[in-house]
């Protein structure tokens, strides 16, 4: 399963890197680099909603699912990154027969909060 988010072009684009994966939790990392800045040479916001995105997807895979999909998502941004790496990290919230909600939090390595997320995936 690793793997198979590993491979993606997308994934591999944004140059995320994933520290593990067990029941119901997942957690990634992302330096910051100038091709994922904004105009403002912070860390984007858009590279930031699909690292929690696929932060979530990846724990939400670990729960038994081939295939998990995004039903909804909501990002709060709470600071910048100007400079290091951001820490993404989801845990299982819920689960049921066919859906699992989720939070997910980027720190930075700082630990600082950078954004906070619920989300709920179809399993």
């Known amino acids: 399963m690793i ?3 590993e491979d993606g072009p997308y ?3 944004l140059g995320f890197e994933i520290d593990g994966v067990e029941y119901g939790k997942a957690s990634m990392r992302l330096k910051k680099k100038t091709e994922n800045d904004n105009m403002q040479n912070m860390l984007h916001g858009g590279a930031i909603m699909s690292g929690i995105d696929i932060v979530m997807g990846l724990a939400s895979r670990s729960l ?3 295939a998990v ?3 909804q998502m909501e ?3 709470i600071k910048s990154l100007a400079e290091g ?3 993404f990290r989801a845990e299982l919230l819920h689960q049921t027969n066919s859906t699992a909600i989720l ?3 980027v720190i930075s390595d700082r630990d600082e909060l950078l954004a906070y997320s619920t989300g709920t995936f179809k399993l």
């Open 3 to 5: 793997e198979q988010f």
């Open 103 to 105: 939070t997910g939090r």
């Open 75 to 77: 990002v709060r941004f």
């Open 64 to 66: 038994g699912s081939d």
């Open 69 to 71: 999909s995004t039903i």
């Open 11 to 13: 994934f591999q684009l």
């Open 85 to 87: 790496t951001a820490i």
